[in-house]
């Protein structure tokens, strides 16, 4: 059993900042990666920003430079920081871990997903 759980979706006015949380939770798991994806109106899911439990970390294109991915391993938590917010990252956004179990090895679990509302 592994549960991600986000916090911190909303509303925000272009140019302005938000941050994104996520949890993992359970029992007799590693985690070997998290990261963010995001998916807006129409389009794909695609990818936001990951980050190894090394603290490898790499940011997509469309988000260098604006938005920020770290984590603390020993609360199995990611963050995500928004800045500079365009209309364009408008999107669902869902946590991502790469998760090692008893059972398995480097399974992806997915969170919910929070709404992340950019107005112009």
């Known amino acids: 059993q592994v549960q991600l759980v986000e916090s911190g979706g909303g509303l925000v006015q272009a140019g302005g900042s938000l941050g994104l949380s996520c949890a993992a939770s359970g029992s007799a798991f590693s985690i070997n990666a998290m990261g963010w994806y995001r998916q807006g109106a129409g389009k794909q899911r695609e990818l936001v920003a990951r980050?190894?439990?090394?603290?490898?970390?790499n940011h997509a294109d469309p988000v260098k430079g604006r938005f920020t991915i770290s984590r603390d391993n020993a609360k199995n938590t990611v963050y995500l920081q928004m800045n500079s917010l365009k209309p364009e990252d408008t999107a669902v956004y869902y946590c991502?871990?790469?998760?090692?179990?008893?059972?398995?090895?480097?399974?992806?679990?997915w969170g919910k997903g929070t709404l992340v509302t950019v107005s112009s």
């Open positions: 980050i190894t439990s090394g603290g490898t970390t």
């Open positions: 991502n871990a790469e998760v090692t179990t008893k059972d398995s090895y480097g399974m992806h679990y």
